[in-house]
Each structure stands twice: as C-alpha cells, then as structure tokens.
C-alpha cells in the first residue's frame, strides 16, 4: 500500500538553498523513493513571485512522489501539518552590520517562527536549522517552542562532516565513501573542529595513513573550517548545492538510521556529554535509528581535541549570551 505524504516545511524557499533543496525533497532523496511528500514553502513578501516561480517549476518538473505545493508567506500556513521542518531562511549579514544587528534579526525570526512550529506542526515534527547562526537560531527556537522536544530541535553540520569526508578522499585518494567516522565538533563556525582521530579508510586510521600530523593538524582543519568562505569567495553565493544535499543527508539518516558501525556530526542539545556545557546546540558524532539520535560515548579526546571542543563551546556560550541579550 502507497504511503501516506509527509509533509515537509522548507523555510527560505526562493533563496539559493532553498532552489537546490526543494526538488531534492520532491525526487525522494530526503524521505526516500517511496515516500510521497507535501512541500511547504514559506518565504518573505518581497520574495513571494519567486516563491510562486518555484512552485510553478515544481508544477512542470511532474515529480510523481510529489502529491502537493504551499507556497506561502503566512507562517501559520507554511507550519500547519508539518513533520519535518527544515529552517533555511533569516537575515543575512550586509555591508556595515555588527554581528549583534544579525543576530537581533534572526533571533526575532527564530523566535516567531518557533511559537507557530510549536502551535501548528505535526506533534514530533523534526526541526532542522541550516540560517545562520545556526547553532545559535536552533537554540532560540527551542527555547520559544517548549512544547516541542529538545531531541527534535538540530543544527546543520553535515555539510561540515561531508567537507571534511570530501577533503581526506582527496588527500588519500580512495572514495569517499570509504572513508568513516569524521567528526565536527561545536559551531558551525570557523571554531568549529573538524576531528580525525577516530576516522577510518577500511579498518585502517586515517592518522595512520595520512602520515602528516602537521596536515591534519593545520591545513586540513583550516580548509574544513574555512570551506563556506572559499565556496562564496569563488562562486559569489553560498554552498547551495551542498548544503542542500547535507541538509538531505541529516533528515534521512535521522529519521531512516545511520548505517552499522558509522557516525554522523549533528547540530544537538548538550546533555554535557564530553564535558561540553550542557544547553548549548553543540555538534557531536552521533547515530540514529528508530527516528532518535544518540551521541557517540566514549571516545577518547586527547590534548589537542580537548582545547578544540573547549575553543568552540566558549564561542558558543558568548553567541547564547548575545542572542540572549537581543530578546531583552
Ligand atoms: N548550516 C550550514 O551548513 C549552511 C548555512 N547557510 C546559511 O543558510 C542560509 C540561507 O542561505 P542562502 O539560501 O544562500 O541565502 P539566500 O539569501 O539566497 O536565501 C535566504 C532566503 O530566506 C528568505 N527569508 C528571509 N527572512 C525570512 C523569514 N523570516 N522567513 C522565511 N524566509 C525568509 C529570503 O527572502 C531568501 O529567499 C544563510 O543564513 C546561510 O548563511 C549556508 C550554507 C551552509
Ligand atoms: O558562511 C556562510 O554563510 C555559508 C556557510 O555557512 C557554509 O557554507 O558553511
């Protein structure tokens, strides 16, 4: 018997990401090749020919698991129904703006926008924030949804965790879908610390076979780091294409499972795991299964890491501490 459609919120939906992701959310690669979908696209008034210009493509394109289109600019429409939420839009830093001005932006977006999810979305409804700060928005909307679940409430650091991926491929020269278990830890962020003590090619290290300590120590985590900037440096806009298929990536293995003996980085709330101050929306190496992720336990962090997960979770408590001062 055919499946019921899901529906699935895609906020931002005229902007970059949101033109890669939607007609990856129609073909299936989200939810998967049997899984009808509903998309519901919310943008700003400005926005909204473009929004009804993405609609009409969706129209054209005959996607047969895609059963219908919102396109809307009413939030309570855009939320009404939804099991799957993904957050793309917010207010981009401009000319002349201090980080506070942004975040006083996004913080009132996150803010509103948590208050309808929590009224009008499918109880369970899986949030997923990809604007930026979006660590940061992640935990304002938790905050201004208490109804909803903290476990339901993650950030994107996937595309981090697949840069990273992509950057070993390279360097090692085998698939990157040989190599497993990379970690991002913290903000996405360049304080955030993309880790490959415990990664593998085969059932092989990758320290060992990169042989280059001072690689994997520097280079390597500035270009994972740095990855977003470089992309918009050389295309003039941001990471769409990846971040789309990431943000693809973090739903799917949410809710259909990580495979056997693998991880993948989240953007979740800290339970204080690997003494990371509890309440942050912090990136960890997590699985899934059942629809639920757990973080990875007991890895060992040595020196090095452990100044790196500190670095990034200060950063954090500082963007908590100034989200947290735009909302007096
Ligand atoms: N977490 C991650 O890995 C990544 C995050 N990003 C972030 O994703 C966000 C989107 O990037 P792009 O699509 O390139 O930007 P964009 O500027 O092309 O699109 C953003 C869209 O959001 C809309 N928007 C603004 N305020 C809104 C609101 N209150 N409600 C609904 N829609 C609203 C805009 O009208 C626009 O259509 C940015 O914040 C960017 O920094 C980008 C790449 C990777
Ligand atoms: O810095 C940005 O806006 C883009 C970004 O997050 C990324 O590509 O990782």
Request: charged fraction near 20%; hydrophobic fraction near 45%.
């Amino acid at each position: 018997m055919a499946k019921e459609p899901v529906r699935v919120l895609v906020t931002g939906a005229a902007g970059q990401i949101g033109y890669a992701l939607v007609p990856m959310v129609a073909r299936g690669i989200m939810l998967g090749a049997d899984q009808p979908v509903i998309l519901h696209m919310l943008d700003i008034p400005p926005a909204a020919e473009a929004l009804n210009g993405v609609k009409m493509e969706l129209v054209d394109a005959a996607f047969p698991l895609l059963k219908g289109v919102v396109a809307t600019t009413d939030v309570v429409e855009a939320c009404t129904g939804v099991s799957v939420a993904v957050m793309v839009g917010g207010f981009p830093r401009k000319e002349g703006m201090e980080r506070k001005d942004v975040m006083s932006k996004n913080v009132s977006i996150y803010k509103a926008q948590a208050s309808a999810l929590e009224k009008y979305a499918a109880p369970n409804c899986k949030v997923l924030i990809v604007a930026n700060p979006a660590n940061t928005n992640a935990l304002i909307l938790k905050e201004f949804a208490p109804s909803i679940p903290e476990k339901n409430i993650t950030c994107l650091t996937r595309l981090d965790h697949n840069r990273a991926l992509g950057q070993i491929s390279e360097r090692l020269n085998v698939q990157v879908s040989d190599v497993k278990n990379v970690i991002i830890w913290g903000n996405h962020s360049s304080t955030q610390y993309p880790d490959v003590t415990h990664a593998t090619v085969g059932d092989k290290p990758v320290p060992e076979l990169v042989k280059d300590d001072a690689w994997l120590k520097g280079e390597f985590i500035a270009t994972v780091q740095q990855r977003g900037a470089a992309i918009i440096k050389a295309r003039k806009l941001s990471s769409a294409l990846s971040a789309a298929s990431s943000a693809c990536d973090h739903i799917r293995d949410w809710v259909l499972g990580t495979p056997e003996g693998t991880w993948v980085s989240m953007g979740v709330y800290s339970d204080g795991s690997y003494n990371v101050p509890a309440g942050l929306i912090y990136s960890f190496p997590v699985t899934c299964s059942g629809g639920e992720w757990k973080i990875v336990q007991g890895l060992s962090i040595d020196e090095f890491s452990r100044a790196k997960l500190d670095a990034t979770a200060a950063e954090l408590t500082e963007e908590k501490a100034l989200a947290y001062s735009c909302l007096s």
